[in-house]
């Protein structure tokens, strides 16, 4: 079992950054596919990027590439989420998650998540 808290949302104005960051506790993350979700209001939990270490490869939604980039600490057992040009299209409550199936797919474990509010 794995435990996740995400941290580092907030309000960010359309074209800036954040950092997101999953702290992992419990088994080694690299046991898991790790994913980050996001939730808008009034739409479907959709998948942003993930990332497997076996096989070694990431994965990005279309309308996160170029964008946002997944990294993880492997000391921290941290997943992170650096997001750039920001849009308003952005906004949603973003969530870490653990899993064993790759593709990203009816993930075990979740986060609480955090929220991003892209201002126009």
């Known amino acids: 079992q794995v435990h996740l808290v995400e941290s580092g949302g907030g309000l960010v104005q359309a074209g800036g950054s954040l950092r997101l960051s999953c702290t992992t506790s419990?088994?080694?993350?690299?046991?898991?596919?790790m994913g980050w979700f996001r939730q808008a209001p009034g739409k479907e939990r959709e998948l942003v990027a993930a990332v497997s270490w076996s096989p070694s490869t990431t994965h990005y939604a279309d309308d996160a590439k170029g964008r946002f980039t997944t990294s993880t600490d492997n000391v921290k057992e941290t997943l992170y989420l650096q997001m750039n040009s920001l849009k308003p299209e952005d906004t949603a409550t973003y969530y870490c998650?653990?899993?064993?199936?790759?593709?990203?797919?009816?993930?075990?474990?979740w986060g609480k998540g955090t929220r991003v509010t892209v201002s126009s």
């Open positions: 998650a653990a899993g064993s199936m790759w593709p990203p797919r009816g993930m075990d474990y």
């Open positions: 419990g088994q080694p993350f690299r046991n898991y596919v």
